[in-house]
């Protein structure tokens, strides 16, 4: 791998050079790289844990600003709970197993999920029937439009299903941390998902052991393929759940899954649908293939290009489009690609 490769910083290990690499460590260090590259009108591109991202094979044309800031400051109260802020290269599994360890609940279900903490906002991650905004007081960030240090409140973050305004906006807030806010329990939030429930041996809106839950979605995703350094390299679910208008939903077999939104739109599974339109586990083109564990997991079996990945994923589109007529959405960043 030549030293700005890129394939080497993301979970699917595919990606081309860049112009350059900068590592920064402190909040100061990443404030003064994206001020330097936006001076000289270099484009930048942020990069985490390198989880959610699909690189071309031409590599990037400007500095790559690899964020490895970590550490996190918390307070505790016996009745209102924790309040922690967490810096952006923080990892995003050893976060909540810390706060759980610490005794605060929320987090469980959200256990697994590769990256870092500064990514979390940015996607809105969530898992099992809940999503990090739920936990979201403020995220701090470096506005490269105003250049200054700006926070947001929770409810000035425009958190959507895997949306927020750090993806509406792409590329002009950097995130420098993110505050949680958590509450004191060993009990779970009630479960909302039938596959964790029948995992847990219990019935849907039972309590459990945190830790119970926890477990029992690391073995879900272990499962799945979808932990980090388990032999697959993927980027986690490569397709959002389609939202649809309930005439649209309506449509589909009445065995397909449905979840009733807050908007009274459905979301489906992109799973369920490209499985039913003969997209299967194991496909393979060339060097890229569907995991062999879950359909929604495009992986790299070894020889992948980032080419290879998008004509796989071109092709999952095209057979749920010829059955259902309907456009699977990336959730993956796509960097000099598109679908």
């Not at 590259?37 to 270099?42: E, H, N, Q, V």
């Not at 709970?81 to 909540?96: I, K, N, P």
């Not at 039938?194 to 029992?216: Q, S, T, Y």
């Not at 599974?269 to 359909?295: C, F, N, T, Y």
Request: net charge negative; hydrophobic share 40%; glycine share 10%.
């Amino acid at each position: 791998m030549a030293n700005n490769d890129l394939s080497g910083f993301t979970t699917l290990g595919v990606g081309g050079p860049a112009k350059s690499i900068i590592h920064v460590k402190t909040e100061v260090e990443l404030i003064n790289a994206v001020r330097e590259a936006d001076r000289s009108s270099t484009p930048i591109l942020i990069l985490g844990g390198g989880s959610n991202i699909l690189m071309s094979d031409d590599g990037f044309s400007g500095t790559v600003i690899k964020v490895e800031i970590t550490g996190n400051t918390y307070e505790i109260d016996a009745c209102s709970g924790g309040t922690l802020t967490v810096s952006a290269g923080s990892d995003w599994d050893e976060f909540v197993n810390f706060t759980m360890e610490k005794g605060l609940a929320n987090l469980e279900s959200l256990s697994g999920i590769p990256g870092t903490v500064g990514g979390a906002p940015i996607q809105n991650i969530g898992a099992y029937g809940h999503d990090v905004s739920e936990v979201i007081a403020k995220v701090r960030t470096f506005d490269r439009q105003e250049d200054k240090v700006k926070t947001f409140a929770a409810s000035e973050c425009e958190f959507s299903y895997r949306g927020s305004v750090f993806k509406s906006a792409a590329g002009r807030y950097v995130i420098l941390d993110v505050t949680f806010q958590l509450r004191n329990g060993e009990t779970s939030l009630p479960i909302g998902y039938a596959e964790l429930a029948m995992e847990l041996g219990v019935e849907i809106g039972a309590r459990v052991a945190i830790k119970d839950v926890r477990n029992a979605v690391l073995k879900l995703r272990n499962a799945k393929g979808m932990l980090a350094g388990m032999g697959i390299n993927s980027a986690g679910s490569f397709f959002m759940n389609p939202i649809l208008d309930k005439k649209i939903a309506d449509q589909l077999p009445s065995q397909a899954p449905r979840w009733e939104m807050s908007n009274g739109m459905i979301k489906t599974s992109a799973a369920w649908l490209m499985e039913s339109a003969g997209v299967h586990k194991g496909d393979r083109l060339a060097g890229a293939q569907i995991s062999p564990k879950h359909v929604l997991a495009l992986s790299n079996a070894g020889d992948a290009t980032a080419l290879d990945l998008i004509e796989l994923a071109k092709f999952a589109q095209k057979k749920v489009m010829e059955k259902f007529g309907i456009m699977l959405q990336s959730e993956v960043q796509l960097i000099g690609l598109s679908l």
